[in-house]
């Protein structure tokens, strides 16, 4: 036999595509040649596949080997066709039967010593191995149990190329994914320990039940890190639907911490204030890889000391967070990664940043507005909430026995008013209140009555309420309704909205 064929898989951003891995065994000088718009790393696949071959005691043949994957107009990358590429030749070259990998894909990146290792993105690959059609998958040990948590298809796990002729040429087992990992309960930072600041606590609470973005401005010990770093335990776990895309981009990043469980807490990411717009929105040679924007998708991106962040950085989050997903277009193709996030802006006010706030600060007001100035307008404009924490008093910082109330409260508040939002937009696909667009807002049934909204209609007319802010306090008012288990807004809704929004009460 000089022609064979297995079923493997590849990645676009988080897009997966079955890939036939094909070759051709011919008479002629030793050669192996790669088709397929194969990158660096499957080229360099012709070396590791001799090796791996010739140490697992299997004979490299001496012809003239094409290797294509197919379809070739898809750009293919990273290591993961190695196993298939040495299944295929071992096949082709006469030495293995391969009706064992009949509707089978195979993953895996291979040793010099035949060892098969684990690769990146073994979980969206094998759930775009399911929609194909494709009913079982071998891929390495290292990824199967990430691998097992798709379901409707059978996953079996190699550690060693050695192992899977075996499979093939003396009905040896191949390994099973491990027992599923007992899941540890839920552990972090808690709202009861933030002291005071009923203003900020509103805020995020409101925040959480809406979807909405919040910027947090203050002196140093205000509170804004420690209210940002406990808005992930007032967020509802995540649904099936959000965790496995959660959990396949942080397989593709590499970072799927052990345990092969989806993701069901939304994710955290908090970035240094000197990351690079690559590192924020994703980049890298070749097709780009997803960065913390991506990373934190259905969850809460959080930057701290927001001002000291390039504002070449941070005006590049400005059309991510109006889609929902980055689009990113390099020379080898484009990529196109999920960016549903909430984001969290801290900052102080000025850079002298005294801890007691304006009374003793020494920077002049033309500095001041150079700092903040870094936040740009349009960027501010697509921040929801935005509130000003003053700092802490002896008498809240030391009170004793009246601590705020616990994350597991608030997030019971949240769960309920997300319910309703579902309840609401789920028709048109829309998860939460900010999501809702404008449009949808202004139009019957969700028009609210002119009377309640003419303080704000007054503000746009006069300049001072752009239409975007017009759109963003009215999703708010509802997200505050529904944390009151209303049904709809009314003016005192608008109003708590607005001052959310602007610090001042219409």
Request: proline share 8%; with cysteine.
């Amino acid at each position: 036999m000089s022609y064979a064929k297995v079923l493997s898989v590849g990645l676009v951003g988080v897009t997966g595509h079955l890939v036939e891995v094909e070759a051709d065994l011919s008479p002629g000088l030793p050669a192996l040649v790669l088709s397929g718009l194969p990158d660096t790393a499957l080229h360099e696949a012709r070396d590791r596949v001799r090796a791996a071959i010739t140490n697992s005691g299997q004979r490299w043949p001496g012809q003239r080997i094409t290797v294509n994957l197919l379809p070739a107009t898809l750009r293919k990358t990273g290591s993961a066709f190695d196993l298939a590429i040495a299944t295929v030749l071992l096949g082709g070259a006469g030495e293995l039967a391969l009706a064992a990998f009949d509707g089978v894909a195979l993953l895996g990146e291979l040793g010099l010593d035949g060892t098969v290792r684990p690769v990146r993105g073994a979980l969206p690959m094998v759930a775009a191995a399911a929609r194909a059609g494709i009913t079982r998958v071998v891929v390495p040990f290292g990824n199967a149990e990430e691998a097992a948590v798709v379901p409707g298809i059978e996953v079996k796990a190699v550690d060693t190329l050695h192992r899977l002729v075996a499979y093939v040429r003396d009905g040896e087992e191949l390994l099973d994914p491990p027992a599923p990992r007992a899941e540890a309960p839920p552990d972090g930072p808690d709202l009861a320990d933030v002291a005071g600041q009923a203003l900020g606590r509103r805020a995020i609470e409101v925040a959480a039940a809406g979807g909405h973005h919040i910027a947090l401005l203050g002196p140093p010990g205000a509170g804004k890190t420690m209210l940002a770093e406990r808005l992930p335990s007032i967020l509802p776990e995540l649904d099936d639907e959000a965790a496995l895309e959660v959990t396949a981009l942080h397989s593709i990043a590499g970072v799927l911490p052990p345990g092969g469980r989806l993701l069901r807490r939304p994710p955290f990411q908090a970035p240094h204030h000197t990351a690079t717009v690559q590192s924020l929105v994703g980049g890298g040679s070749g097709l780009a890889r997803p960065g913390a924007l991506s990373l934190a998708h259905r969850g809460v991106l959080f930057l701290d000391e927001a001002a000291e962040f390039t504002g070449r950085s941070l005006d590049a989050l400005r059309q991510p967070l109006e889609m929902g997903r980055v689009l990113l277009r390099r020379a080898n193709g484009g990529t196109e990664y999920p960016a549903r996030v909430q984001l969290v802006l801290a900052a102080n006010p000025c850079p002298c940043a005294k801890p007691a706030g304006d009374a003793f600060c020494e920077c002049s007001p033309q500095v001041r507005r150079r700092y903040l100035g870094r936040l740009s307008g349009p960027l501010l404009d697509r921040i929801d909430v935005q509130v000003t924490l003053t700092p802490l008093g002896a008498a809240e910082l030391m009170a004793v026995g009246t601590p705020g109330e616990p994350s597991a409260v608030v997030a019971d508040r949240v769960a309920k008013a997300r319910a309703a939002a579902v309840a609401r937009w789920s028709a048109r696909g829309w998860r939460a209140n900010a999501e809702a667009p404008g449009p949808a807002l202004r139009e019957q049934p969700w028009r609210l009555p002119a009377s309640d909204t003419l303080a704000l209609r007054q503000r746009l007319d006069h300049g001072s309420l752009s239409a975007r802010g017009f759109d963003r306090i009215v999703r708010m008012a509802w997200t505050i309704a529904d944390l009151d288990g209303r049904h709809r807004p009314d003016k005192e809704d608008i109003a708590e909205a607005t001052q959310l929004r602007t610090g001042v009460s219409p």
